[in-house]
């Protein structure tokens, strides 16, 4: 079977909440990631439960019919900060950038490990329960690299960055064998860098991504 996986579009800085919903550029890109993903021969739709997620998968939902299955197991690290700030609306002395890189394992208050165990587990489950098909999965930049290095054994996966509603497609078989296909296709939101800047697409360092 194929997964489909798939960053979220770009959401809102939210002062009291590490689930806000996206923003008008992000509505773009999850429409156009719907665009580019309805010719695909895709079965099934999942989520994580994080609204920009949901958000993300809902224009692909309404071109296929399918109903979107949430999962807990694909939310983001760092939620538990009860905040979110995109890093492109950072600034180099910014209090909350500054904290995360001097202290970036802070987003896993229960240990690397275990967050990558999580990951690793909802999309064995996810393959366990949709053979033959092509799954498209919608999550989050440190779900996407952690499971990246789970398959690679990367030497730094807070270094793997992918860009909104960038797709990173894997093949399973039967016998336990996962083939990275490709990583960060971005072709579908290219040309809104020339309408927005390069905050359309640029890939965010963010952890809680």
Known sequence: MDLIIVRHAR?????????PPLSDLG????????ERLRVEP??????????????????????????IETRDDLREAGEHHGTYKPTEEMLPDDPEALAWVNDPMSMFPDGYDKFQERVVGGFDDIVANNRGGTVAVFCHGMVMASYLDA??????PLDMLI??????????SSTGR????????TGHVAHLLSAFGSEAASPSSNPRS
């Open 178 to 185: 996962r083939s990275v296909r490709s990583i960060n296709e």
């Open 163 to 172: 860009d909104y509603t960038g797709l990173f497609r894997v093949r399973a």
């Open 27 to 34: 509505l773009q890109q999850a429409t156009l990631v719907g």
């Open 11 to 19: 959401p809102v800085a939210s002062q009291d909440s590490a689930d």
């Open 151 to 156: 398959l690679w054994d990367l030497s730094s």
């Open 42 to 67: 895709i079965t099934h739709i999942v989520a994580s439960t994080m609204q920009r997620a949901i958000q993300t998968a809902e224009p692909l939902a309404g071109h296929l019919g399918h109903a």
